[in-house]
């Protein structure tokens, strides 16, 4: 069994930065793709950003410039680092991880419960 637990969100001014981090832990061989989501009220669940095992990151348009993703592989660990916050980037956020729990195994998705980010005008 997997489990990711997010933290670091919170209520920011706009204008201001959040760190998320997001620790995978459980039965692990290998972890491929992580990232985060996030869902804002109303809208579907929408990329942020997403980071390969090798570092090479993809982000959301909407995030570019402002949000950098970064993974520890030693700490199964993925951050975001969330900068020039703006009221629209209210959602909540989820952490995402495709692992595989054995060798023979192939990746699986799993997914974090989710941390509020909450953006103030």
């Known amino acids: 069994q997997v489990q990711l637990v997010e933290s670091g969100g919170g209520l920011v001014q706009a204008g201001g930065s959040l760190r998320l981090s997001c620790v995978v832990s459980g039965s692990i061989f290998s972890i491929n793709l992580m990232g985060w989501y996030r869902r804002a009220p109303g809208k579907q669940r929408e990329l942020v950003a997403i980071?390969?095992?090798?570092?090479?990151?993809n982000y959301a348009d909407s995030v570019k410039g402002r949000f950098t993703i970064a993974r520890d592989n030693a700490k199964n660990t993925v951050y975001l680092q969330m900068n020039s916050l703006k009221p629209e980037d209210t959602a909540v956020y989820y952490c995402?991880?495709?692992?595989?729990?054995?060798?023979?195994?192939?990746?699986?998705?799993?997914w974090g419960q989710g941390t509020q980010v909450t953006v103030s005008s």
């Open positions: 995402y991880a495709d692992v595989k729990t054995y060798r023979g195994s192939g990746y699986y998705a799993n």
């Open positions: 980071i390969t095992s090798g570092g090479s990151p």
